[in-house]
């Protein structure tokens, strides 16, 4: 059982360019969100989606775009890469929609911006 | 805003010394509190998860009490080990979103 699977683990980017994080999950979770962690800011909660077509926006959802085509992919995407989106990105899955579950993270993507 | 303030940031003890880890949060309208590793470069690894309704939850070494009232929570760990050396996350779930404290950053000393 593979749990929550990122891709890629380290990326670079030049300012204005655009990409996608990968995050798929094996284990049918309803409920997907993207977090980004920096240092002395904690983790962030990005976008979130509760089922397939079905997102919605976090705490800090600028620069970022997400779909939920299928239950088990939820890919982010940075429209124009900016520095100040240099950071650790985390995706992350439970079971149910609501608030009751418990919380599987990937390993993590390594975002630099220059 | 949910605001969750984990104390001390960081801690180092000699291995055999029991760890109290404290976690504090302010909304106390929560569904759930969680609570993480992190090992350096690594992603988050689930350790416990209180429901709002529990008091406390038991896993091996570790156990984690849940005072919703009060807005608190405190992660022991008994008999520390080197093994344990890494930062311990908590989260409060208010339905869609995790709030997370910044971590306590625990070293062991062997």
């Known amino acids: 059982n593979a749990g929550v699977t990122q891709t890629p683990k380290f990326q670079v980017l030049k300012t204005g360019q655009s990409m996608t994080l990968q995050c798929a999950q094996d284990?049918?979770?309803?409920?997907m969100s993207w977090y980004r962690q920096d240092p002395g800011m904690g983790l962030r909660l990005i976008h979130y989606s509760v089922g397939a077509g079905i997102t919605d926006q976090g705490e800090v959802p600028n620069g970022y775009n997400v779909s939920r085509s299928t239950t088990e992919d939820f890919p982010l995407r940075l429209l124009s890469a900016a520095p100040s989106q240099t950071s650790v990105y985390f995706c992350a899955s439970r079971r149910d929609r609501g608030g009751t579950g418990e919380l599987f993270f990937g390993e993590g993507s390594r975002l630099t911006v220059l | 805003k949910q605001e969750v303030t984990q104390i001390p940031a960081a801690l180092s003890v000699p291995e055999g010394e029991n760890l109290v880890l404290n976690c504090s949060f302010t909304d106390s309208a929560i569904y759930n509190l969680q609570w993480f590793r992190q090992d350096p470069g690594k992603g988050l690894t689930s350790l416990l998860l209180i429901q709002s309704s529990q008091r406390e939850q038991t896993s091996g070494r570790l156990n984690a009490s849940l005072d919703k009232s009060s807005g608190r929570s405190t992660l022991y760990i008994a008999a520390s080990q080197p093994g344990d050396s890494a930062t311990y996350l908590c989260?409060?779930?208010?339905?869609?979103?995790?709030?997370f404290g910044a971590g306590t950053t625990v070293t062991v000393r062997a």
């Open positions: 284990m049918n979770h309803e409920y």
């Open positions: 989260a409060v779930s208010d339905d869609y979103k995790l709030s």
